[in-house]
Nanobody, 126 residues
Framework: QLQLVESGGGLVQPGGSLRLACAAS????????IGWFRQAPGKEREGVSC????????NYADSVKGRFTISRDNAKNTVYLQMNSLKPEDTAVYYC???????????????????WGQGTQVTVSS
């Protein structure tokens, strides 16, 4: 069974930074797209960013463009989400997810992903 484990969440002040990690096991990233999603209390899960395992093409939600950067380290089988200039509205549980794909672009629609991690809490507050 394919597994994803998120880490790196925590409490940070507005304007601060965090780096989330998504460690994959029992599969390799090369033929999978990895997405980051978040869900705040009382809200639907929304897409944040995604990256293709092959070629590294990325996609971002408008709300995080210029502030968040997704990257991958295939040797470590890990995808990262660097989050800078954090705002209180970024507060949510962040999830990573995976889907096998041969496409040349990834999407950030939650229904498009088959495998999910357990999530890590990010709280932006002074």
């Amino acid at each position: 069974q394919l597994q994803l484990v998120e880490s790196g969440g925590g409490l940070v002040q507005p304007g601060g930074s965090l780096r989330l990690a998504c460690a994959a096991s029992r599969f390799t990233l090369n033929t999978y797209a990895i997405g980051w999603f978040r869900q705040a209390p009382g809200k639907e899960r929304e897409g944040v960013s995604c990256i293709l395992g092959s070629g590294g093409r990325t996609n971002y939600a408008d709300s995080v463009k210029g502030r968040f950067t997704i990257s991958r380290d295939n040797a470590k089988n890990t995808v990262y989400l660097q989050m800078n200039s954090l705002k209180p509205e970024d507060t949510a549980v962040y999830y990573c997810a995976a889907i096998f794909t041969v496409r040349t672009m990834c999407n950030i629609i939650p229904q498009g992903y088959a495998y999910w991690g357990q999530g890590t809490q990010v709280t932006v507050s002074s």
